[in-house]
């Protein structure tokens, strides 16, 4: 039996000027696939993968195409229309999704793309997209562990830095002195547990944590030497941003790898840069 907002196989019925209709089963009993994605090759009795909501007219209908975001699922999506019953997302379908009023925080402007949960509506059936984000995250205790590699997906950004879900089910945050770049809405990243507080809350870095990390820093970092013919500007003194844009690291982990390099006697360090010891 076929559900809105799902993915699944159905046997073709019948054909019609309209397209195929197929066995969804249930309350649904035959949905549409349109003419315009039916082929020469599709027959009666034919077995389809096909994804079933609802058209222009709440009509359960058919189609071969893949949405952008499943229900339940959280995306950063376009929003491509602003009207007065509320603003519609493109989601890879014919039809738009809808983002009503109650599920906006603020209003949708047409062009910008905005990080939202979509799911199905019980009493509508319809698929919405929710920017209420908070009612969407898990309520099951978060059991991660400290250096844990997780999936982010920044969401907002605060006072203290930035609000990523993670792994698509809790919500934690990325502190400022985390960052050195700009993290859009919708940014994907990996990305470490720091720690989970007592009272549930998450702190994230974009930073593996520990020792493996300032190894492979110290790596990279000779690797480059190599590459320089042993000379490299970047340095201590070097601004915090320019060491994030070259390795994607803090200035805190760049020095700890460097005076790591330095002890083992592996590289000079001056104003002007770092030296390979020959």
Known sequence: MAIIGERTKLTVLTKSPHGLFLDAGGDLGEVLLPRKEVNETMNVGDSLDVFIYCDSED????TLKHP???????????????????AFLDWGLDKDLFSPFREQTSRLDVGKRYVVYVYVDENSDRIVASRRLNRHF??????YKAGQEVDLM????????????INGQHSGVIFANEVFSKLPPGEQTKGYIAQVREDGKIDLSLQAPGRKHVEDLESRIEMELIARDGFWELCDSSPADSIYETL????????RATGSLY?????????DGIRSVK
């Open 59 to 62: 009509r359960p209908v058919a």
């Open 138 to 143: 898990s309520k099951d205790a978060p059991d």
């Open 248 to 255: 994607g690291v803090s200035k805190k982990a760049f020095k």
């Open 68 to 86: 952008k975001a499943m229900p339940g699922e959280f995306a950063c999506l376009e929003c491509v229309a602003a009207t007065n019953i509320g």
């Open 154 to 165: 920044v969401y907002a950004k605060t006072e203290l830095g930035y609000k990523a879900i």
């Open 263 to 271: 002890r083992k006697r592996k590289i000079t360090i001056a104003k």
